[in-house]
């Protein structure tokens, strides 16, 4: 009758997963990455690739609207152009600026350059060449904003930290409009994407102004108030909706419906330097259109957000601040750029055709792989026959069923498995790794064993137990759980630690160490009681 007594103990008993784990251990929440998650983090740095120091801050990043699709950068008095195939600098100006370069804008068919200085002057350059083409003056304090619109050639936008807009007719170097109402540094500016005669532009008074300049006389056509200084304006694809970006948030409007507010992202914890759009999938494939905002922050993060969903899709952490980001085109590249001069290129892998299915196809689709030597068909009397198909690779829409791993189980896993819990726990105990040992105990609570275990033990094994909670009780990871189990030894075991003086040390040590940790939050305690009213003052200050 005991053994099956036993027996039906160890059935009802539900065995868990092992090894154990310790569930007072804070777990993180790092889910399977989503298929949008890999697609951004397939844009990596080729490891061949040497990026120059460029020692200043990259204040902006500009792709070429068409193909290769270089990019140029401005850094110190500098235009530096890389190329999208090597991802090398490809051509420096640095000649005609005076004073640090700002604001790289290329035109339309991507043959010329226009970049702004801090002296106030607007160039413009050939690519091809380098060549200085024109130099627009006319700001009076430095120009933050330089741009062309979506297709005309013939002229650009400018912005400045006078606070003007200026639109200018390039091939004469003239001013058409001086654009007033913004009171602070205009910094950002972007050009509508469905008509060359309206542009966006931001500034420090915590405004964004859209200005029309077949209506130029009347000043802007709409203001939207941010509510901080802007420090970055986008139009989105569709030109009817904008994001800016300003002080930790950024912010989707809708300019259609009168500049009504639509979302407000508030993920970073410092400034938001820059914004771009990017697009997921190629040109012309299934997944072209679904467009997303990238956002750089003074805080290190780059976030990728879905303003369709309104949620971040992803995120990557960087070791410097970053003010500036662009995305190619042909969603091929990503780079960032820092306060330092770090340059972060990534560049996607692009699966092609294999060399060999494109040669046993010509022009008509017809196989011309005549000369190709048939392989023998498979019989089962071959040997390959018993060996086929274990070198193949899965293709992209096979199901993997994985070969479950072995499970290592320490000493103490095995004896639970064994229900040998009295050993488990001196096992664990003799590890003297708290982890294990806090997890075993768990275990027996969940099994209703350990205060059985307790009155188990002989005299050195309940030493060991007591010298284990007078090292770990005061851990705060451990505190809740083990306070309550020293407070049971304690009344269960009380007459053994009365007959040892051994016992008695540890008991004392650990009233000692409750007593010291108990002084030390009242001080804590006592501490705060002084800061919080300093801190809510200075709060409403």
């Known amino acids: 009758m005991a053994i099956m007594a036993e027996e039906d103990e160890r059935r009802s008993t539900t065995a868990k997963t092992f090894p154990v784990r310790p569930k007072l251990k804070p777990t993180s929440n790092n889910s399977t990455p989503t298929a949008e998650s890999k697609y951004w983090r397939s844009f990596k740095t080729p490891k061949d690739l040497q990026l120059p120091a460029l020692v200043a801050s990259i204040t902006s990043i500009s792709f070429a609207p068409t193909p290769p699709h270089d990019f140029a950068l401005t850094h110190s008095a500098t235009v530096t152009i890389f190329s999208s195939q090597t991802l090398e600098p490809k051509a420096t100006i640095s000649s005609a600026f005076s004073d640090t370069a700002t604001s790289a804008s290329f035109r339309s068919d991507s043959r010329l350059l226009a970049a702004g200085d801090l002296s106030g002057s607007v160039h413009v350059f050939d690519v091809k060449s380098r060549n200085p083409l024109r130099r627009l003056r006319g700001h009076s304090r430095p120009v933050r904003l330089v741009r062309y619109p979506r297709v005309d050639k013939l002229h650009l936008f400018s912005g400045g930290d006078d606070a003007v807009v200026k639109y200018w007719d390039v091939t004469t170097e003239t001013q058409l409009f001086n654009l007033l109402g913004h009171k602070d540094y205009v910094r950002c500016g972007d050009a509508s994407p469905v008509s060359d005669d309206m542009f966006i532009s931001g500034s420090y008074d915590h405004t964004v102004r859209v200005w029309d300049v077949r209506a130029s006389t009347s000043g802007s056509v709409m203001e939207i108030s941010h509510g901080k200084p802007v420090e970055d304006v986008i139009y989105l694809p569709s030109g009817g909706i904008v994001a800016t970006a300003g002080g930790n948030t950024v912010k989707i409007w809708d300019l259609i419906g009168g500049g009504r507010l639509l979302h407000t992202m508030e993920s970073h914890n410092k400034t938001v330097t820059s914004l771009c759009v990017g697009k997921i999938g190629r040109e012309g494939g299934e997944e072209a259109q679904q467009y997303r905002i990238l956002t750089v922050s003074l805080d290190g993060y780059m976030k990728v957000f879905d303003y369709a969903k309104y949620k971040i899709t992803h995120s990557m952490r960087f070791p410097n601040p970053l003010l500036s980001v662009g995305f190619s085109p042909d969603c091929s590249t990503r780079v960032i750029g820092t306060s330092n001069g770090t340059l972060y290129v990534g560049r996607r892998k692009v699966k092609e055709e294999s060399a060999g299915e494109q040669a046993l196809v010509d022009f008509a689709g017809l196989a011309v792989a005549d000369d190709v030597p048939k392989r023998r068909a498979l019989r089962p009397s071959y040997f390959r026959y018993f060996h086929r198909g274990q070198s193949e690779k899965p293709s992209e829409t096979d199901y993997l069923i994985m070969r479950p791993k072995k499970v290592?189980?320490?000493?103490?896993?095995?004896?639970?498995?064994?229900?040998?819990?009295?050993?488990?726990?001196?096992?664990?105990?003799?590890?003297?790794?708290?982890?294990?040992?806090?997890?075993v105990m768990e275990e027996l609570v969940a099994r209703k064993k350990l205060l059985r275990c307790v009155s188990n033990l002989?005299?050195?094994?309940?030493?060991?137990?007591?010298?284990?909670l007078q090292r770990y009780s005061t851990m705060p990871r451990y505190a809740s759980f083990l306070m309550g189990l020293a407070s049971k030894v304690v009344d269960m075991r009380t007459e053994d630690i009365r007959s040892s003086n051994e016992l008695r040390g540890h008991i004392r040590n650990l009233k000692r160490d409750l007593e010291e940790e108990m002084r030390v939050q009242q001080s804590l305690q006592e501490i705060e009681g002084i800061i919080s009213p300093l801190l809510r003052i200075a709060a409403r200050r």
Do not use: G, T, Y
């Open 408 to 439: 290592k189980l320490a000493e103490h896993d095995k004896l639970l498995k064994k229900f040998r819990h009295k050993e488990a726990l001196v096992a664990a105990l003799n590890r003297k790794n708290p982890e294990n040992v806090v997890a």
């Open 458 to 468: 002989d005299f050195e094994e309940l030493e060991l137990l007591l010298l284990f």
